[in-house]
């Protein structure tokens, strides 16, 4: 079992950052792959991006390339996501997960879900 919990969202005036973390409890947590999606108020859940188990290999969503950087911590148990350049359109619901996904950026390979923090930019 991984239990993990967010924290580090907020508001944010366009151009801005903000780091988000999501601890985990639960031995198995370095041998997952570890993802961060977004929910914005009337639309699916979706893609932002992922990290290894090793955090050798990372992946994007186009919309947040270049901006974005994923990176985790297993002897504290942490991923992280710096959010740089922020736009409007990033606001949302942040939530990690974890899960052994064949493919990445599929929401309904994860197993293990956050409860969320939201992130809102303003314009």
């Known amino acids: 079992q991984v239990q993990l919990v967010e924290s580090g969202g907020g508001l944010v005036q366009a151009g801005g950052s903000l780091r988000l973390s999501c601890a985990a409890s639960g031995r198995t947590f370095s041998t997952k792959v570890m993802g961060w999606f977004r929910q914005a108020p009337g639309k699916e859940r979706e893609f932002v991006a992922a990290?290894?188990?090793?955090?050798?290999?990372?992946y994007y969503a186009d919309s947040v390339k270049g901006r974005f950087t994923i990176s985790r911590d297993n002897a504290k148990n942490t991923v992280y996501l710096q959010m740089n350049m922020l736009k409007a359109e990033d606001t949302a619901v942040y939530y990690c997960a974890a899960g052994r996904p064949s493919m990445w950026s599929n929401v309904e390979e994860y197993n293990y879900w956050g409860q969320g923090t939201q992130v809102t930019v303003s314009s």
């Open positions: 990290i290894s188990w090793s955090g050798g290999s990372t």
